[in-house]
């Protein structure tokens, strides 16, 4: 089992930065592939960015790429969202989740495990 807790969220202006952070609890951590996702609201959640097991590949949705950096630090079991130039449309529940399966998915039903999410209103 592994447990997510997602922190940062807020409500910030157009073109300013936030960062997310996501905490996993369980062993083997670093064994596992993580994402964020997001979700606003009358929308289907989406991937946001990927990572893979040992941080040294990203993927990145290209709505947010060039603005968002996804990172992990495996001895401290957690993952962040650097996302900067922040736009209304940006606005959504943020979610990271874990893949304990091999292999890469961009999809929600590829990740096995989810935090609760956390809210990011940005305001235009």
């Known amino acids: 089992q592994v447990q997510l807790v997602e922190s940062g969220g807020g409500l910030v202006q157009a073109g300013a930065s936030l960062g997310l952070s996501c905490a996993a609890s369980g062993r083997s951590f670093s064994s596992y592939a993580m994402a964020w996702f997001r979700q606003a609201p009358g929308k289907e959640r989406e991937i946001v960015s990927t990572?893979?097991?040992?941080?040294?590949?990203?993927y990145y949705a290209d709505s947010v790429k060039g603005r968002f950096t996804m990172s992990r630090d495996n001895a401290k079991n957690t993952v962040t969202l650097q996302m900067n130039i922040l736009k209304p449309e940006d606005t959504a529940v943020y979610y990271c989740?874990?893949?304990?399966?091999?292999?890469?998915?961009?999809?929600?039903?590829?990740?096995?495990?989810w935090g609760q999410g956390t809210q990011v209103t940005v305001s235009s």
């Open positions: 989740a874990v893949r304990s399966r091999i292999g890469v998915s961009y999809t929600p039903g590829g990740y096995d495990y």
């Open positions: 990572i893979t097991r040992t941080g040294g590949s990203t």
